[in-house]
């Protein structure tokens, strides 16, 4: 009987011995080697997401640098590769009379006003300007254009840095406070589709034009800051300025209108001993 138990004993063993190595034998990975044989998955897995995060950072910079408002987009066009350049030509010739007609008008006593056009800006911004006048614009920097609408104004300039450039943009609101006192209030800004800060554009402003010798300072009016400019009319200058006889008269610019897609600047000339004409 005991001989007995001891085979069944023995022979309990092998069977348990058997099933435990059959079912070990399902799998040819042994425990120690299951994180090893995923490491380079694991690796893949990492090397792909950081790709992608890389093409949607990359994209979203690219469609940031890419925005430009819809006013500007339609003021493009009037460079090199404008379709007609000798439109360009004869509309940036057309601002050039118009602005000496105007010089010429408010040298004398009397009433003036002029009128100028977006396309007509925009064409001498594109032809004149970088032709005749290189250096008004910085390095890094071309394209300007703007577009008008009522009391307001769309600038932009294109920035360059490297094989990357973006439209830094403006819009502004613009009116005449009083007579020679114009006042520039920053309704939005932008370098593509990002935000700038609008006050510091206009301490920006402002400090360009006290450097060239125009008096301006931004103050609080009507809750928001605004660029205050008083044009540099004055008063009736000393006798042989501006190579003029006589005494100089004062210049005051008393309408400054914008519209759709058009400029208007009127005022008079007051001699020294205060006729008009």
């Known amino acids: ?22 079912t070990g034998g399902g799998s040819s990975v042994a425990p120690g080697q299951a994180g090893v044989a995923r ?3 694991r ?17 979203c910079v690219l469609a940031v640098a890419r925005h430009e408002p819809g006013p500007l987009q339609r003021s493009a066009g009037w460079g090199a590769g404008a379709p007609d350049p000798a439109a360009s030509a004869r509309l ?30 925009n064409a001498w911004l594109a032809t004149d300007l970088p032709r005749n006048h290189p250096r008004l614009l910085p390095a890094g920097w071309s394209e300007p ?37 114009i006042a ?7 370098l593509g589709g990002l935000p700038l800060p609008g006050d510091a554009l206009l301490k920006q402003l402002a400090e360009r034009f006290s450097a060239s010798g125009v008096s301006a300072s931004v103050v609080r009016l009507d809750g928001r800051n605004q660029l205050v400019v008083q044009t540099p009319d004055g008063r009736p200058g000393a006798a042989g300025e501006s190579g003029m ?27 020294a001993d205060g006729a008009t004409r």
């Open 1 to 22: 009987m005991r001989a007995s138990a001891v085979r069944n004993s023995r022979t309990g063993s092998a069977r348990m011995t058997g099933g435990e190595s059959a």
């Open 39 to 41: 490491t380079p998955f």
């Open 43 to 59: 690796w893949r897995a990492v090397a792909v997401g950081t790709v992608v995060a890389m093409a949607l950072v990359g994209g």
């Open 92 to 121: 940036a010739g057309r601002l050039i009379s118009k602005v000496s007609a105007l010089h010429s008008a408010a040298s004398r006593p009397g009433r003036w006003e002029g009128v100028f056009t977006e396309d007509e800006v």
């Open 145 to 181: 254009r703007v577009s008008l609408e009522p009391r307001h104004v769309w600038v932009g300039t294109r920035w360059h840095a490297g094989p990357l450039s973006a439209l830094v943009w403006v819009r502004a609101d613009v009116r005449l406070r009083s007579p020679g006192e």
């Open 184 to 190: 520039v209030a920053v309704d939005a800004a932008g």
């Open 245 to 271: 006889k006589g005494a100089r008269p004062a210049i005051r610019l008393d309408a400054v209108r914008l519209d759709d897609g058009e400029l208007l600047v009127a005022g008079e000339t007051v001699a």
